[in-house]
């Protein structure tokens, strides 16, 4: 790789000769991590005009820079950075000055209150990773995903690839969604009735700030996905969390003047519990007579290896009331960003103009390409293939879990990638989790689940998502030891 000669500048409180100055720069560019090993280094003609400086003292700082081992010299090649130069692993800048700014009175809103926990980056190292939500690349069709990007680089998709949609989207995914996704979900939507969003978490977002203020009253579930709670505290609107059973949310519990209701009725997150038709008929029914929204997060919906998943909410409303999110970030992979927003047109325009004035629109080639894995059947061979797979995981976690005495506390219905746990009283799992790591095993603790200051610290969640089948046994074991010894 090329260093670009515009990244090179004379420190003009630097001492001695020109010379001696562009060795200086050099060394600290080299010093500071800037210039790695075997990078390549501009001429001496083109450095000499950028700084303004005759050639011959570029030539003589080279020439002494490779006498001290710091360049080296490849014929006609050029000059490049040694390997057995002294080049720190990562480059860390110097701070430029003082930073004499009192950002705790500059920043009018803070985003850091939250407490959604981070995964490890490195989750991959671990042997037994209960961790959920990652790609597990054995399971992704790589081969066909790779076809269909190239395939949405070339000249007759030239426009989705490099157009500004503004507040638009692609409209072969649009249609895809509308044709064959929502009726999948008894769900029938116009294309002016669907947006693109980067995941279903930008989604949650756009509803939440559309919907609600400080005076307004947003309901959620308790446990519930914690990335919510966090957005929700963000609209800085009254929050009320409701503890859900077996069924999933009680509507008999949602107080009169709740303006917005957040719910993942057919697998809630995070204990898995689905919610029956009787139920929902009564949360609409009960959202009609206060006359709030309800927004339902309808994920790993496609995860169904069970039985068939039961039918979206918003298949059920006839009153506009429901607003549907949907992903496909957790069925091909997380780093796609890549959701859908559902509703009546009149929402779904003010959503349009906050996502374009916030993204625009999630990329052009990401859209495509996702509308040609999809439209070609790749997608659902790959469903297919992953709720063949997962099936064969939750049996093998079934019966390890079985003989290892660990309590299931919501498993789901039709399926899924994961299991709700609950320890015995006393049990931190934010501490066995630490120790945990040690024996090279991810899990989730539950208390990040749960809102107010005495959320229970002995719930966990275990995914199976990410770990083969073989290792399940034994991660299993390693659980066990450290929660239920």
């Known amino acids: 790789m090329a260093i670009p000669v515009e990244t090179f500048f004379l420190n003009p409180d630097t001492q001695g000769t020109l010379q001696a100055r562009i060795q200086q720069m050099i060394a600290g560019g080299i010093l500071s991590g800037r210039f790695h090993r075997g990078e390549k280094l501009p001429s001496t003609r083109k450095l000499a005009e950028h700084l303004g400086v005759s050639r011959i003292t570029v030539t003589l700082a080279y020439t002494e820079m490779l006498a001290n081992d710091y ?31 009192d950002w705790d009175r500059a920043i009018a809103n803070s985003y850091l209150e939250g407490d959604t926990p981070k995964k490890p980056v490195d989750w991959q190292s671990y042997r037994y990773p209960f961790v959920y939500g990652q790609a597990d690349p054995e399971l992704f069709d790589h081969a066909n995903w790779r076809l269909c990007a190239l395939r949405a680089l070339g000249q007759k998709d030239f426009t989705a690839l490099t157009t500004d949609y503004y507040d638009t989207d692609d409209p072969l995914l649009v249609e ?30 756009l509803a ?31 929050l ?29 997150s995070p204990t898995n519990a689905t919610m029956p038709v009787a139920r929902r008929d009564a949360l609409l029914k009960k959202a009609n007579e206060i006359g709030a929204v309800i927004v339902e997060d309808d994920y790993e919906f496609e995860m169904s290896f069970l039985k068939s998943p039961s039918p979206a909410l918003k298949s059920l409303d006839r009153e506009g ?47 495509r ?26 049996k093998a976690m079934e019966d390890a879990i079985n003989q290892t005495g660990l309590r299931i506390a919501g498993r789901g219905a039709y399926g899924g990638s994961s299991l709700w746990m609950k320890a015995p ?31 229970p610290h002995n719930f966990y969640r275990l995914a199976y998502s990410s770990i083969p089948t073989a290792r399940i046994a034994e991660g299993i074991a390693a659980v066990a030891g450290v929660i239920a010894p």
């Open 240 to 268: 009320q969390a409701i503890a859900v059973d077996t069924d999933g949310l009680p509507p008999d519990r949602i107080p009169d003047g709740t303006n917005v209701i957040f719910v993942t009725p057919s697998h809630q």
């Open 425 to 455: 009283d006393g049990v931190d799992t934010d501490q066995a989790a630490i120790r945990l790591r040690d024996d090279s095993v991810l899990l989730e603790p539950g208390a990040p689940f749960f809102m107010g200051p005495d959320r």
């Open 176 to 205: 895809f969604i509308a044709r064959h996704t929502l009726p999948r979900r008894g769900i029938s939507a116009r294309p002016q009735e669907i947006l693109i969003t980067m995941g279903a978490q930008n989604a949650l977002w």
């Open 71 to 101: 360049l080296t010299s490849r014929g006609r090649s050029g000059y490049f950075v040694s390997d057995n130069a002294p080049v720190p692993p990562l480059y860390a800048p110097p701070t430029s000055g003082q930073d004499s700014v």
């Open 369 to 394: 390409t996702t509308a040609f894995f999809l439209s070609l059947g790749h997608y659902d061979a790959q469903i297919r293939r992953m709720v063949g797979i997962l099936h064969n995981r939750r």
């Open 321 to 367: 009331r429901v607003i549907y999110v949907g992903s496909f970030s957790k069925s091909l992979f997380p780093g796609l960003r890549l959701g859908y927003l559902v509703g009546s047109e009149g929402f779904i325009k003010e959503a349009r103009a906050l996502r374009a004035s916030v993204l625009r629109h999630p990329p052009g080639h990401i859209q």
């Open 208 to 238: 939440a700030h559309l919907l609600l203020d400080r005076d307004r009253r947003a309901v959620i579930e308790d446990p519930c996905y914690h990335a919510q709670r966090d957005i929700l505290r963000h609209a800085r609107c009254h």
